[in-house]
């Protein structure tokens, strides 16, 4: 290429792609071209802890501070911000297992509404819908699977097993798998778009290099495969197709796109400070990574369950973690604090759809906002706090749909598989959280 | 990442006393899958993870003089499972292998920055030629030994030889043609404690997320005598100021330590050289030193980085996504090759005591076959003097959750981890007792410690010294523990005693339900909040049957801590009524401490913990109101430390299908 790429993202800035540099990337123009009266793009975003929602005589969430009416409400945002019509709150959903404590079990049940299976040798949960829905796009990417770098790690005996990875994580593969989550927004661009500066040569060198250590790797583990005779043949098999995937994305030519600059050099050690911008840059390369056609599905767990280490401090001021403060107990302090922090969120939120309305994918996407509890203080799973985000009038944006009596949250998966494209399953879950019927009334 | 790895420390322990703070109601639900937790003991067939604090110690081992001390990777988080991250068997998924992958690139240049790892190979005249068999080859077998912990195989050598060569032959190839130069700087020499050293910055504005390669030269000042190539460095060292005035990512600076046969009072001119087109001189090359004396360029070598380089550093990098590396595979019994049992039971014995590959001695032992079981255990007793701290670090400091914190950025709360690092490293050396982990009558202060604490008979220093007290050691009067359960500015007795129940018990609470929260905020709201902490407690832990049924547990083992206040000092007005706790009554840590050692149920638990580190057992076994752990010793161990550890890792290794 005559012309190396930063000098090439500098000279188009900000713009959008031309239509002359569409037809320059056939495969570009191919992925991109909508599918009518389907949406292509489909993002599940995770918030923890839920929202201050106080439970009635019950255990039902009523919707407390989950609203958007006045400026006391935490969605209130979206309304003055003018993008009401761009988000629907959606209520009356649960999820939820006896004797499972939300902040791990529904966690990883969060997207699939399926029991952890509690094995250290091999963990595992249900596919969740953003992996189901990965698996019927021919992407670049699957999917991003994106996370925080704070690992939540709970120390005491009684969570053993392994629920801390199960708390840090919110896709599961279709063998139920976690996927682990990309934390680094520069390795997520690398993985998009990046390539060395040096000019083709050097490109292809790099590459083949990296290529040859991916081969010793796998000649090694092949030996160490036949030396074990099938001990640690999980283990193995995962790297085997680890290594393979990540050849696969050397191959790829991720040249061809060229996008708006993005600035990946930001300092995000200190995970306080740098909370929103960190989240902002990630909607920003997620909805590049759409309007390129490079993938049509992510996961964003913007904060993993618990949080205790997180308090937003340079943001809210000094005060609890954010697990104390869902924790609140009724306290007016503690109350506005979880308020204040899920306003954060919302900001987070407004930025992701921004970056998608920037990009002209939003109406092609659906995303979905939500959390795996309602109210952190008494972990409680009915009335969830959840928001389905878009453009288009396919579906009733600027509006709260209410059914009319408690519906599992995985009606709502199947209603986002359907509008997704894929009306096989009839059913998904299981317990309490196995679906009843299709939440209809999303649709216009 | 140490702030992170702080916060993971302090908020495991605030989540669950949050939980517990008022009461458990319900007839505690054992959940299902909780029922026994005896079910959970891990695998032995399973291959596990070489954990990222071995990682980080092995490339301390490999290049000591590379990776400080402190040196931390920030590498993926692995979870812990039974306390303990070094008994993992997460699989690698592709996410983490690319992660791996970026890492083992860029380690691989600071590898070979070692002068030990590069055996005067960097110094080598560069017109005699570098070739695979005068410098690559050992290297690639000494690093190789290290990385898989046994010797390479042929197979391997050969297969790293070919990678070389073929890397080597192409790199001339993709020598850049660009016009535009290397942009470079050398700053000057400078004297350090590590010698005398040459340093500055170089990047490739065409390709500025590699890292250029310099090449010195030395003659003496002011003669006609040819240059003497002295050495090769790779600028792969931070310099943000570099990175900001030019607008640039990564790496870029050089720090060259200059041969001492150079530094000897004789002034010198040295030339920096960047390797790439035009054999550029470092702009202000060459400096002169006498030592001291300076002024200076750098300039090409016709590559943009040698051959040699490139196809070294490779390998190295290969090293390090291999499975041979990244999985421990001498943990099991056919881990290596049946020739390569000695390695395999040295390798084992190795990463139990000092989290890293065998020390000389070991490699010596297993190479020549000396590895009986005598022999081993010999070695375990050797290892563990040798390298106490390292072991005191990964087991205890994981048991006890001070391993985080070494390296804090809070020196009260480092000092307060080195302080529980240091008592548990005094019961190895001295052989001390299990029991003697609860009341010592000793521990190490360093002058922020005893100015803390109050105790008069400081260090006028930073180091630490050994004193005799009885108010502290002992693990429920450790500054660390008592501090990382207390809030902000209160003591937190229910995360004590949670902390207490897990760490000195082995016992653990069962988890709590929506359902039991629900109940936890309707007798949260009986309680009057301006009541006496004690009589708090007492009033949540009276309330029902159920409340009691898990605060009978908690409170005996939080409020005698009471004593001490959210920072871990002494207390002198403290006084409470005894409380209950099996046929004791226990009022403050001496008496508690008392009753558990009768109980024998904490050297019960500390076999418990020792056994999940070495061989993956449960490390809890047992929820407050059920016993399952048909394997322990009901006597509890009766051996000093030391003995206990080389008997437990003697067990293990022997055993092991060697």
């Given at each position: 290429m005559g012309i190396k790429r930063r000098e090439f993202i500098k000279l188009f800035g900000a713009n959008l792609l031309t239509p002359y540099m569409l037809a320059s990337a056939p495969w570009f123009s191919k992925a991109y071209a909508a599918t009518a009266g389907r949406r292509k793009n489909f993002i599940a975003a995770y918030f923890p802890n839920g929202a201050y929602m106080p439970t009635d005589a019950n255990g039902y969430a009523v919707d407390g501070s989950w609203h958007w009416n006045n400026s006391n409400g935490v969605l209130h945002e979206f309304v003055s911000k003018g993008l009401k019509n761009n988000v629907m709150i959606l209520r009356k959903l649960r999820n939820g297992f006896s004797n499972r404590d939300p902040h791990w079990q529904n966690v990883a049940g969060f997207l699939s509404g399926k029991l952890i299976t509690l094995d250290p040798a091999n963990p595992r949960a249900g596919e969740t819908i953003d992996q189901r829905i990965a698996r019927s796009k021919n992407t670049y990417l699957k999917s991003l699977v994106i996370g925080h770098p704070y690992f939540y790690d709970h120390q005491e005996a009684s969570h053993k097993a392994y629920s801390n990875l199960y708390t840090n994580r919110i896709s599961y593969d279709i063998e139920g798998k976690p996927i682990t989550p990309i934390t680094d927004p520069s390795q997520l661009y690398n993985r998009l778009f990046a390539t060395s500066t040096g000019g083709a040569n050097a490109v292809n060198y790099l590459r083949s290099r990296k290529k040859s250590m991916l081969d010793v790797s796998l000649s090694d583990l092949n030996s160490l495969r036949s030396n074990l005779g099938g001990t640690g043949k999980q283990q193995l098999e995962v790297f085997t197709d680890s290594l393979r995937k990540v050849e696969v994305q050397l191959d790829a030519d991720k040249k061809m796109c060229t996008h708006q600059q993005v600035d990946i050099s930001q300092n995000f050690s200190d995970m306080q400070q740098s909370f929103l911008n960190r989240n902002n840059l990630l909607n920003q390369i997620v909805s590049l990574a759409f309007q390129c056609g490079l993938t049509n599905v992510a996961s964003i767990m913007y904060a993993p369950s618990v949080s205790a280490g997180l308090h937003y401090t340079p943001l809210i001021g000094v005060g609890t973690g954010h697990h104390q403060a869902a924790h609140?107990?009724?306290?007016?302090?503690?109350?506005?604090?979880?308020?204040?922090?899920?306003?954060?969120?919302?900001?987070?939120?407004?930025?992701?759809?921004?970056?998608?309305?920037?990009?002209?994918?939003?109406?092609?996407?659906?995303?979905?906002?939500?959390?795996?509890?309602?109210?952190?203080?008494?972990?409680?799973?009915?009335?969830?706090?959840?928001?389905?985000?878009?453009?288009?009038?396919?579906?009733?944006?600027?509006?709260?749909?209410?059914?009319?009596?408690?519906?599992?949250?995985?009606?709502?998966?199947?209603?986002?598989?359907?509008?997704?494209?894929?009306?096989s399953l009839t059913s998904m879950g299981e317990g309490q959280t196995l679906s009843t019927g299709i939440l209809n009334n999303i649709q216009s | 990442m140490r702030i992170l790895r702080s916060l993971r420390a302090l908020a495991g322990l605030f989540v669950l006393a949050l939980l517990y703070q008022n009461c458990v109601p319900a007839a505690f639900v054992e959940g299902e899958n909780f029922a026994s937790s005896c079910e959970y003991s891990q695998n032995n067939s399973d291959l596990f993870r070489l954990s990222t604090f071995e990682y980080e110690q092995i490339l301390k081992d490999l290049a000591p003089d590379v990776f400080a001390d402190n040196w931390a990777s920030d590498l993926p988080h692995l979870p812990s499972v039974n306390s303990f991250d070094n008994r993992v068997n997460q699989a690698i998924d592709a996410t983490m292998l690319e992660t791996y992958l970026s890492k083992a690139e860029e380690l691989s240049l600071q590898i070979m920055a070692s002068k030990a790892v590069m055996n005067n190979c960097d110094q080598q005249i560069v017109s005699t030629g570098r070739t695979w068999a005068n410098c690559a080859l050992p290297i690639v077998q000494a690093v190789g030994q290290s990385l898989y912990r046994r010797p390479l195989r042929s197979s391997e050598v050969s297969k790293f030889k070919t990678a070389f060569d073929a890397t080597s032959a192409t790199v001339t190839e993709i020598n850049r043609t660009s016009a535009t130069e290397v942009v470079s700087h050398f700053d000057g020499v400078t004297e350090s404690s590590a010698g005398v050293i040459a340093r500055g910055w170089a990047f490739d504005p065409d390709w500025e997320d590699r890292n250029v390669e310099l090449h010195f030269y030395v003659k003496p000042a002011g003669s006609n005598a040819a240059q003497v190539f002295i050495g090769s460095r790779i600028a792969n060292e931070t310099r943000d100021d570099v990175n900001r005035v030019y607008s640039i990512k990564g790496?870029?600076?050089?720090?060259?330590?200059?041969?001492?046969?150079?530094?000897?009072?004789?002034?010198?001119?040295?030339?920096?050289?960047?390797?790439?087109?035009?054999?550029?001189?470092?702009?202000?090359?060459?400096?002169?030193?006498?030592?001291?004396?300076?002024?200076?360029?750098?300039?090409?070598?016709?590559?943009?980085?040698?051959?040699?380089?490139?196809?070294?550093?490779?390998?190295?990098?290969?090293?390090?996504?291999?499975?041979?590396?990244?999985?421990?595979?001498?943990?099991?019994?056919?881990?290596?090759?049946?020739?390569?049992?000695?390695?395999?039971?040295?390798?084992?014995?190795?990463?139990?005591?000092?989290?890293?590959?065998?020390?000389?001695?070991?490699?010596?032992?297993?190479?020549?076959?000396?590895?009986?079981d005598d022999e081993v255990r010999n070695e375990a007793k050797r290892l563990l003097?040798?390298?106490?701290?390292?072991?005191?670090?990964?087991?205890?400091?994981?048991?006890?959750?001070?391993?985080?914190?070494?390296?804090?950025?809070?020196?009260?709360?480092?000092?307060?981890?080195?302080?529980?690092?240091?008592?548990?490293?005094?019961?190895?050396?001295?052989?001390?007792?299990?029991?003697?982990?609860?009341?010592?009558?000793?521990?190490?202060?360093?002058?922020?410690?005893?100015?803390?604490?109050?105790?008069?008979?400081?260090?006028?220093?930073?180091?630490f010294a050994k004193i005799s007290t009885n108010q502290r050691g002992g693990i429920l009067d450790q500054g660390h523990f008592l501090m990382t359960t207390s809030g902000p500015t209160k003591t937190n007795p229910v995360s004590r005693g949670i902390w207490v129940l897990d760490k000195v018990l082995c016992k653990s609470l069962p988890p709590l339900t929506a359902a039991t929260f629900e109940q936890i905020d309707e007798v949260r709201k009986t309680i009057d909040p301006t009541a006496s902490v004690e009589r708090q407690m007492e009033l949540h832990r009276n309330a029902s049957t159920t409340c009691y049924s898990c605060h009978s547990h908690i409170d005996p083992m939080g409020l005698p801590m009471e004593q001490y206040d959210h920072t871990g000092r002494f207390k002198s007005e403290w006084a409470m009524q005894p409380i209950q706790y099996e046929n004791y009554f226990v009022s403050n840590t001496r008496n508690l401490a008392s009753a558990l050692d009768k109980t024998k149920e904490f050297s019960m638990c500390f076999e418990r913990k020792l056994n999940a580190y070495v061989s993956g057992a449960d490390s809890v076994g047992e929820t407050v109101n059920s016993r399952c752990d048909s394997n322990r010793n009901p006597n509890g161990t009766t051996k000093g430390v030391q003995d206990s550890v080389v008997d437990t890792i003697f067990n293990e290794v022997s055993s092991n299908g060697n």
């Open positions: 609140h107990g009724y306290k007016p302090d503690y109350v506005k604090r979880i308020d204040d922090i899920n306003k954060i969120y919302t900001k987070v939120y407004i930025d992701l759809i921004e970056n998608l309305k920037a990009t002209s994918v939003l109406s092609d996407t659906l995303v979905l906002v939500g959390s795996d509890m309602a109210d952190g203080n008494v972990h409680t799973t009915r009335n969830l706090p959840i928001l389905l985000a878009g453009q288009g009038s396919d579906l009733k944006f600027g509006q709260e749909i209410i059914p009319s009596a408690e519906v599992p949250i995985t009606n709502l998966h199947l209603k986002i598989l359907q509008i997704m494209g894929d009306s | 790496k870029h600076g050089f720090q060259f330590l200059i041969p001492k046969e150079y530094v000897n009072g004789t002034s010198y001119e040295i030339y920096a050289y960047t390797i790439g087109a035009g054999n550029s001189l470092a702009r202000n090359s060459p400096r002169t030193y006498s030592f001291a004396a300076q002024r200076g360029e750098v300039n090409y070598e016709g590559q943009y980085r040698t051959g040699f380089t490139e196809g070294l550093s490779q390998v190295i990098a290969s090293m390090l996504i291999s499975p041979n590396f990244l999985y421990k595979a001498e943990f099991l019994p056919n881990g290596f090759l049946a020739e390569e049992s000695q390695f395999k039971k040295a390798s084992h014995l190795s990463f139990l005591i000092r989290s890293s590959f065998p020390d000389e001695q070991l490699f010596s032992l297993a190479k020549a076959g000396r590895l009986s003097a040798s390298y106490s701290s390292r072991f005191a670090k990964n087991f205890a400091g994981q048991w006890l959750n001070f391993r985080q914190n070494l390296d804090h950025s809070d020196p009260l709360l480092k000092s307060m981890a080195k302080e529980s690092e240091l008592v548990f490293n005094e019961h190895i050396a001295q052989n001390l007792n299990v029991q003697s982990l609860l009341q010592p009558n000793f521990t190490f202060v360093n002058s922020l410690l005893a100015n803390h604490y109050g105790e008069g008979r400081a260090p006028q220093n930073s180091s």
